[in-house]
């Protein structure tokens, strides 16, 4: 069985590398068949915060990622951290060690003045034939684990390939603290091995934990789950990214009105690829993903490219959808959403326009209220002459025995004809006094859905 997990530290918002992390494990889960788990590490009870809870399960939501199990919080699990510490302390795989911090401090500092990695000595480590210290009174032991001392520990990384790492470099890692709490590594190890997890798709930032974990599971007699280490996401110029410069939270996506979908086609994209296929759907996604065609190298974010998919996304989205996602838009605009007015059929009309639900939110502005036509647009499409011709085909328009796109149309040539004028000194004065603006799709449909008695009253009421 197939079980994955996205597993992130509540300490700010959900980042779109996180995303991508959630994105691929869940995507390798649903393609075998297998499950999906949330888990919430926080255990860093200091920098853990409930919003940051509540932005990943909101970010989740947002991008539409389901979990089958979960959330599961580690602050709930302390017991079962604390019995596994006994038990590998009664298995004689960890041990108490009593090192006050002054000792641990002169270890690093020679360390440092020798120029070495510093590593804890092992002074309380319980070997064969070896006396240990005096337990001292007055320190709180911690538990550490005892790392294999020889050889070396290797595992086929599922996207990085082979990775070797010699025993020597391990530290005697903490895996409780001097009040009885468990570490960070400690309770991955609990978590992965209790929930089952066959698959550890992260972040190729938690490649050194690798070789801590998969000894301390060993050690728990677990059979070793695969890992798969993702390259992290770099922003346009190739840095790392960085909160003040880049939209780094899938929260400012959604206010630059990216849609969810497009996001995911995005970032699934970003470090993943199936042929030259650039456009797809998370069915399709799921069908094709597979670890081994994860790129090895970081990819760098390129905002031209989520724009343009973005775009794609809005063309291929139903208009009724598209119209539930923009309505808190047009109220944010001031606009209170009329049920005369058919929205779905006016982004059926102009969506093939924008690359943003921003941008499509403001197309649809001039269907419920005019604006002012700027100053340049108004010397370009209007003179004196041109306001009496707008009357007289005011009056053509009210005349209309039907209306609707085709009608309106046929009213063009005729009028221009008999004015003596080009179709471009009707069209665009026409949007200019209508819409307040001459950026318009076609202007019959936009007078069509817009009604008759409001298409009269915005022209007779002038500019
Ligand atoms: N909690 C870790 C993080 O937020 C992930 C740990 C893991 O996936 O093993 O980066």
Redesign the pocket.
Known sequence: MIRT?????P?GFLHIG?VR?ALYSWAFARKNGGRFVLRI?DTDLERSTPESVRAILDGMHWVGLDYDEGPFYQTHRFDRYKAAIQELIAAGHAYYCYCSKEELETMRARAEAAGEHFVYDRRWRPEAGKTLPEKPADVEPVVRFKMPLEGATTWQDLVKGEITIANAELDDLIIARADGSPT?NFC?VVD?LDMNISH?I??D??VN?TPKQINILKALGATLPEYAHLPMILSESGAKMSKRRDAVSVVDYDRQGILPAAMLNYLARLGWGHGDDEFFTMEQFVVWFDLKDVSPASGRFNQEKLLWLNAQHIKAESNDTLAQLIDERLQVRGIARPDSVPLAEIIGLVKERVQDLNALADECLYFYRRSEPSAEEKSKHWDDETYPRMLRFAERLEALPEWNAESIHELFKPFCEAEGIKMGKLGMPLRLLVCGTAKTPSIDAVLALLGREETLRRMRNGI
Not at 5 to 9: C, D, E, L
């Open positions: 997990r996205f597993a992130p530290s300490t996180g992390t590490e960070y991955v992965d550890v992260r972040g930032d938690h934990n």
